[in-house]
């Protein structure tokens, strides 16, 4: 998994542990571990959801400031599907 410089410190910190992606299915896996910076972003659950269960809440608990905000990075290509994401992360 991918996330932007902004939000990576925040993620070390355990500042943020969940992430809304689309995509057209899922692209990781529940205990899969993904390379970020010197540690791995560890996958605790993930799980699809509907568009209408994206909420401002869950946008600032991605790091973003809204459902706006959020919707403009979490599409990628021209994936229709939403998935939920928590994760921890791990040196």
């Known amino acids: 998994m991918l996330f932007g410089k902004r939000l990576r410190e925040a993620i070390k ?17 529940t205990n899969g571990r993904y390379r970020l910076d010197e540690g791995h972003i560890v996958v605790s659950s993930i799980r699809e959801i509907g568009f209408d269960d994206v909420s401002d809440r869950l946008a600032r608990e991605s790091g973003f400031s809204n459902k706006l905000d959020l919707l403009k990075t979490a599409k990628h290509g021209d994936g229709t599907r939403v998935f939920f994401i928590r994760f921890y992360y791990e040196e």
Do not use: F, L, N, Q
């Open 13 to 29: 910190r355990g500042e943020i542990t969940t992430s809304i992606r689309i995509w057209k299915g899922p692209r990781v896996k």
